[in-house]
């Protein structure tokens, strides 16, 4: 039975970098061709195919189903061809690029790749938390991702570390200043964004009316990393998650006056694309952090 002749591979490039991108031009940008010449290596790849890849509007392009169907193949494909080139010149698989959340980073990751450097001399880690790695695998030169969210991306494995709970938490200078008997207390407290839908979830969950949220004082912060410092300096009560608190809990740096909130549909999870399961680097990741989560977070819960 003879094969179907492939596509040509100039048209198979264009089409992977305008799915990727979800843009002609940007496309168009990365493999140094003309917008026009993009388009046209695409119409004829969609005469070959037989129907329409992309849905093509006035402003944007997006993938048709046919597209959805063909892109995820193609992208493997090329991410082939890549890895064989760049092992077949020598490169070895020795640096691992990992997008995360500035909050796990810091609380977790960093304070142990001591531990994964002796024991994994061979492999080099690099750490991202700018946004753009963090949320598209392929545009940003990432291998593994740790996320927070529901753990179904699309195209991705997603692997649970841990549920993201939260609850309270406050230095022992700002609880000597204030008399905290039962939750609805909190709020006479400085807290770290007030205005935060989770301190309304969490004060529900309590039994607590919310309407004197609209009243509680505190700084306004971005990330839950930069609240724990807050919350560690004494300068605001902060809705923080207990795991990745323990050794503060531990030795009293920090509080928590009150029960936390156990998530069912929010966790941080390891991902990456499907088809990296078989990498050689990843798979050595895998197997030092989850029992390094096992040996200094024993109270997680996934």
């Known amino acids: 039975m003879s094969l179907h002749p492939l596509p040509p591979l100039t048209a198979l490039r264009a089409f992977e970098a305008a799915a990727r991108h979800k843009s002609f031009t940007k496309a168009a940008n990365e493999l140094n061709m003309t917008q026009a010449a993009v388009s046209y290596q695409i119409k004829q790849l969609e005469d070959r195919f037989g129907e329409p890849l992309f849905i093509r509007s006035t402003r944007q392009v997006s993938l048709s189903d046919a597209g ?57 880690v690099k750490l991202d938390i700018s946004s753009t790695a963090y949320s598209d ?107 990745l608190y323990r050794d503060e809990l531990a030795n009293g740096a920090l509080i928590q006056p009150f029960a936390h909130i156990e998530q069912e549909d929010h966790a941080i999870w390891l991902c990456y694309p499907e088809h990296r399961k078989t990498w050689r680097k990843i798979q050595i990741f895998e197997d030092w952090l989850f029992p390094m989560l096992d040996e200094t977070m024993p109270n997680r819960r996934v």
């Open 68 to 124: 959805v169907r063909l892109a995820p193949s193609v992208t493997e494909a090329f991410e082939i061809i890549r890895r064989s080139f760049a092992e077949a010149k020598g490169q070895a698989d020795d640096l691992l690029t990992i997008t995360t959340a500035q909050t796990f980073a810091s609380s977790w990751l960093a304070k142990h790749f001591g531990d994964f450097t002796i024991c994994c001399a061979a492999l080099a």
């Open 137 to 243: 695998f392929q545009t940003a030169g990432v291998d593994v991702g740790i996320r927070t969210g529901k753990g179904n991306w699309p195209g991705l494995m997603a692997k649970k570390l841990m549920h993201f709970d939260y609850t309270p938490m406050l230095s022992p200078k700002l609880l000597e200043q204030f008399d905290l008997k039962e939750p609805k207390d909190l709020l006479k407290l400085p807290m770290a964004s007030p205005s935060d839908p989770w301190w309304h979830s969490w004060f529900e969950s309590q039994g607590v009316d919310t309407a004197g949220i609209k009243k509680a004082r505190g700084p306004i912060l971005d990330v839950q990393y930069i609240h724990g410092i807050a919350a560690l300096s004494g300068s605001a009560v902060a809705l923080l998650t207990p795991c």
